[in-house]
């Protein structure tokens, strides 16, 4: 028995008229009866009783009509889902994130997605570049944040947005009297550097901005993650580089003043996800990074 006898079946049973349950089921009378007696034949027992004022049911009916209702509701739900699934609306996100990118970008991309897709349930893992990278590759996450993403063969790069620079520092530091801070201004300060990871990020580009600079550059810490640099420079161990999401960490102390520098004046935050990934999950949250100011494709 398939869903199209089920939904003839339960238009009969209803209306206890060939003639009614036909013009419900928008079909001529003929076919229908045909049907029936082919679901009857299939079977194997009567399911109606016909008489001269319409069709009364056997016992083997009044049994069907208990589930046949609710096979039909199933079935119709599973087609929903279905079809909600193959536009994006249900599903899940596994998205890899970083430091400073939760601190400001990444929530309000997040908080955007999910008032779009309600339905669609968001895992966010913590996780270095070249974690995300693996994470990417063995599909225990749907798209990565972070900056400086190496060329892969395998992976797309979406650009989020450029985010300006900010130096940090104690507040009673000499340099918090400026509007601006220049590389120069920061010759022979003590500098904390993050993150120390093996893969080029935002360390290596204050590096070679101070070479590029010819400016003298004295590294007093290199850190994993930007809460804890900027912990050591609200306890005075030093002064940092960080991005506009970077400065948006206020601890006790601590001021950001604009980086003036020919070489590093912003860096990118981008998103990065699987080249032959056609999840209508992951597109729908493309849509989202796409509209969002500074977006594009690279």
């Known amino acids: 028995m398939d869903l199209r006898q089920m939904r003839y079946f339960l238009a009969l049973a209803q209306e206890r008229s060939f003639s009614r349950a036909a013009e419900r089921l928008h079909m001529a009378q003929p076919p229908l009866s045909r049907q029936i007696r082919q679901l009857e034949e299939d079977l194997g027992t009567p399911l109606f009783l016909r008489t001269p004022r319409g069709v009364e049911l ?11 209702p609710n096979i039909l509701a199933l079935s119709q739900l599973a087609r929903e889902r279905a079809l909600r699934a193959g536009k994006g609306l249900t599903g899940d996100l596994q998205v890899g994130i970083f430091g400073s990118g939760v601190l400001h970008v990444i929530p309000l991309l997040i908080g955007r997605f999910h008032a779009l897709r309600p339905d669609v349930r968001i895992h966010l893992h913590t996780l270095t570049k070249g974690e995300q990278i693996q994470a990417l590759r063995e599909h225990r996450i749907t798209v990565g944040f972070h900056r400086l993403p190496p060329a892969e063969p395998d992976l797309a790069v979406r650009r989020v947005l ?85 400065a948006m960490l206020r601890l006790p102390g601590v001021v950001f003043r604009p980086l003036k520098s020919r070489h590093l004046k912003d860096i990118e935050l981008s998103c990065v996800y699987r080249q032959a990934d ?16 500074g977006g594009s494709k690279r």
Do not use: W
């Not at 056997?58 to 046949?68: G, H, M």
């Not at 056609?278 to 100011?293: G, I, N, T």
């Open 58 to 68: 056997t016992e083997a009916a009044e049994s069907l009509l208990q589930d046949v």
């Open 162 to 246: 450029r985010e300006p620079m900010y130096v940090g520092m104690h507040e009673d530091h000499a340099l918090a009297a400026r509007t601006q801070v220049s590389i120069a201004d920061l010759a022979d300060e003590p500098m904390v550097l993050y993150p120390n990871t093996p893969l080029a990020g935002l360390a290596q580009e204050v590096m070679n901005a101070f070479r590029r600079e010819k400016v003298a550059l004295r590294i007093a810490q290199e850190v994993e993650d930007v809460t804890t640099c900027v912990a050591l420079v609200s306890a005075r161990l030093g002064l940092c580089i960080t991005t506009e999401s970077g």
């Open 278 to 293: 056609r999840s209508p999950v992951l597109a729908a949250f493309l849509e989202v990074v796409k509209d969002y100011p």
